[in-house]
C-alpha cells in the first residue's frame, strides 16, 4: 500500500485491484474499475440521450490559439498542461472544453433555427494539480464528462440549464450517491451562475454549509455571511504598543489580553503579481474565493511572498491599512464587517509593534481601499435565506452545472441570426461531470472493516458465485449452471472458480463489494439450495437452487431501491 494513499477510496481501490498508481496523480484503471466506469458512463448517456444532448469527441490537444480568443490562455494559470510541437506552436492538453466547442458550433450553427443544441463527450482531461491527492478525487489525468448547451436567449439557456440540472440529479441518484446540490462559484470557468453535486463524505475537500430550516445550501467559499452589527463604543485615541515577537493575532491577543474580535488581522496575496492586502476579523477566516471576486482576478489567489511583500514594504506579522495606500501593485481589500468595529488591535506597519484603538472609518484611507464581504461564513452566522440555525457537512465534487451566458460567445465572436435576422451572440451553459471522483465518492460513502459496498448500479459485478470447493465437479456443475441461467436473465455475474480456500475468496467478494454473493456448498445442494448473501448488511437466505436466478433478480431490484433481504 503506498504511504500516500490518505482516503478509504483509494486504499481499497489499490487492495481490491480496481487501480494501479503509475506517477503522481496518474492511474491505470484495471478491469474491475472499467466495468464499473462503463456502467457510470452508461448511464450519463441514457440521461443525456432522455434530455437530447448528442455525444461527440474533440481533441485533447488543444491549439492555444483558441484560448487566447477567449482570454484564458494566459488566465488560467499553472494548473494548465502546456506543450510545443517541433514548429513552436503551442498547445494545451485540455482541462476543459468552452473554446474548442465554441469554435466548433459557430462553423456550424447560423441560425437560430438550429437551436437549442446540446453537445456533450466523455473524456479525458488534464490539470497539473500542485499537489495531486487523494486518489482518483485530485489527480492529474482524470475522466471527465463535458457537456454544452447553446440558446438563441436567456430564457432559452435557462430552460437547458435546469434540464441538465435534473438529469445530473437523476444520474447520481442512480449511480446510488447521496449528493446534495449546493450554490457555487464559477472559478475559471466563468459566466454567472452556477451549482455543485456535492456527494457528502467525511473525507471531501469542500466545506458545504446548508441550513436545518430552509433549503439553503452552497459551498462555503460562496456562503455570503451578513456582516455583523455595528459596534457603538466610543472611538478612543489611536496607539502604538511594544509586541516583541508577536507575530500572530492569536499572540497579541494574549500578550495585550484582548479576546480576538477586539482585533483585526492581515492576511497577503499574490493574484496575477499584484499583492493583495485583506482584512478581517481576529476571530474570522478569509475566503480566497471573495477576496478573488472583489478585486476582479482571473486566477486563484496565491499566498504572498517575503518578496512581495518587501515590494509594497510591508512588514510580516505587523501588517494593517492604517496610513497605506493602494497603487498599480498594490491593493487593500477590508471586510465589511471589520468596517463596523470600533476600537480594535491591529499591525502598526513596523516590526514588533501594534496600534490599540483602530477605528476602521477613521483610520483607513476609506476612499482607497476596497470594502467587501469576504471573510468565510461560519455556523454562528444566520442562515442568509432566512435566517435559520446553519450546519457544515464535507462534501466531494463530483459534478457541476454552469450558466455561462455570453462569456465565450463574445470573446470569440461566436453569433447566430436570431428571428430578426440580426447576429446575435449564444447563450451558453456548461455542466461536467467527474467519472473517477463518482467512482471513488461512491466507496466512501458506503465502505466496511471488510472493503467496498457497492451500490448496484455501478458494482463491477451485481453477484458473484463462490463454489466452496472448485475441484468439486458437482459443486461446480450446479455453480456453471446458475451462472449462465443468471447470464441469459441479464444479470451481471461472476463465478469465481478459482482453486482457492473459501474463506479467502469470501474475504475478496467482500472486498471488492460485489452486491449478492452466492455460496454453492456440499451442505446446501443436498438439500437442492444455496445461500444468498447480501454484501449491504450481511443478511443471508436460502434458496431452492431452481429459484435462484429469480430470486436474486428480485434481490437486485430492491437492493437498486435501497432495502434487503
Known amino acids: 500500500m503506498p504511504s500516500d494513499a490518505d482516503v478509504i477510496s483509494q486504499q481499497l481501490m489499490l487492495r481490491a485491484g480496481f487501480v494501479r498508481k503509475v506517477a503522481g496523480g496518474l492511474y491505470t484503471y484495471l478491469p474491475l474499475a472499467w466495468r464499473s466506469i462503463h456502467k457510470i458512463n452508461e448511464i450519463i448517456r441514457e440521461e443525456m440521450e432522455a434530455i437530447n444532448s448528442q455525444e461527440i469527441m474533440m481533441p485533447i490537444l488543444q491549439p492555444s490559439e483558441l484560448w487566447e480568443e477567449s482570454g484564458r490562455w494566459a488566465a488560467y494559470g499553472a494548473e494548465m498542461m502546456r506543450i510545443s510541437d517541433r514548429h513552436g506552436r503551442e498547445y494545451c492538453l485540455g482541462p476543459t472544453h468552452e473554446e474548442m466547442v465554441t469554435n466548433l458550433v459557430r462553423g456550424e450553427v447560423n441560425s437560430y433555427r438550429q437551436l437549442p443544441l446540446s453537445l456533450y463527450q466523455i473524456q479525458n482531461k488534464y490539470r497539473d494539480e500542485r499537489r495531486p491527492r487523494y486518489g482518483l478525487m485530485r489527480s492529474r489525468e482524470f475522466i471527465m464528462k463535458d457537456a454544452y448547451s447553446f440558446d438563441i436567449d436567456e430564457e432559452g439557456m435557462s430552460k437547458s440549464f435546469w434540464d441538465m440540472y435534473e438529469a445530473y440529479s437523476k444520474i447520481f441518484k442512480r449511480c446510488g450517491l447521496t449528493c446534495k446540490p449546493v450554490e457555487a462559484d464559477n472559478g475559471a470557468i466563468g459566466g454567472s451562475g452556477s ?41 478612543k485615541a489611536l496607539e502604538t504598543v511594544s509586541t516583541p515577537d508577536a507575530k500572530s493575532i492569536q499572540a497579541v491577543a494574549d500578550m495585550l489580553q484582548l479576546p480576538l474580535e477586539k482585533t483585526i488581522k492581515a492576511v497577503v496575496y499574490n493574484i496575477e503579481g499584484k499583492v493583495i492586502l485583506a482584512i478581517v476579523r481576529g476571530d474570522h477566516e478569509v475566503n ?71 477605528n476602521p472609518n477613521r483610520d483607513f484611507n476609506v476612499d482607497d481601499i476596497i470594502v467587501a464581504p469576504i471573510r468565510l461564513i461560519t455556523l454562528d452566522d444566520p442562515c442568509p435565506k432566512c435566517g435559520g440555525q446553519l450546519r457544515i457537512d464535507k462534501g466531494i465534487e463530483v459534478g457541476q452545472v ?109 472486498l471488492i463489494g460485489y452486491p449478492v454473493r452466492i455460496t454453492v456448498s456440499k451442505n446446501t445442494i443436498e438439500s437442492g439450495e444455496v445461500e444468498l448473501r447480501v454484501r449491504k448488511d450481511g443478511s443471508t437466505s436460502t434458496v431452492k437452487i431452481d429459484e435462484v436466478s429469480t430470486s436474486v433478480q428480485g434481490l437486485l431490484r430492491l437492493l437498486k431501491d435501497g432495502f434487503s433481504i
Request: glycine share 8%; proline share 4%.
Open 402 to 510: 454552469f450558466k455561462l451566458g455570453t462569456k465565450y460567445s463574445e470573446s470569440m465572436n461566436a453569433t447566430v441570426l436570431n428571428q430578426g435576422g440580426r447576429p446575435t451572440p449564444f447563450q451558453m451553459g456548461c455542466y461536467g461531470i467527474g467519472v473517477g471522483r463518482t467512482l471513488a465518492a461512491a466507496i466512501e460513502q458506503s465502505y466496511d472493516e471488510n472493503g467496498i459496498i457497492w451500490p448496484v448500479a455501478i458494482a463491477p459485478f451485481e453477484v458473484v458465485i463462490v463454489p466452496i470447493n472448485a475441484k468439486d465437479e458437482a459443486l461446480m456443475d450446479v455453480s456453471e449452471r446458475l451462472y449462465k441461467e443468471m447470464k441469459q436473465a441479464g444479470v451481471d455475474v461472476l463465478l469465481d472458480d478459482r482453486k482457492d480456500r473459501a474463506g479467502v475468496k469470501f474475504k475478496d467478494a467482500d
Open 195 to 235: 451549482f455543485e453535486f456535492m456527494a457528502l463524505a467525511e473525507s471531501g475537500e469542500a466545506d458545504v454549509i446548508h441550513c436545518t430550516k430552509c433549503d439553503y445550501a452552497a459551498n462555503i467559499e460562496i456562503g455570503q455571511p451578513k456582516a455583523l452589527e455595528v459596534d457603538t463604543e466610543e472611538a
Open 288 to 358: 480566497e474565493i471573495a477576496v478573488q471576486r472583489a478585486v476582479e482576478g482571473g486566477i486563484e489567489p496565491e499566498m504572498a511572498t517575503p518578496e512581495d511583500l518587501a515590494r509594497v514594504g510591508l512588514t510580516a506579522g505587523f501588517i494593517s491599512p492604517v496610513g497605506l495606500s493602494q497603487s498599480e501593485e498594490f491593493a487593500i481589500v477590508v471586510d465589511e464587517t471589520v468596517m463596523n468595529l470600533h476600537n480594535v488591535c491591529g499591525g502598526a506597519n513596523t516590526t514588533d509593534a501594534h496600534y490599540i484603538n483602530i
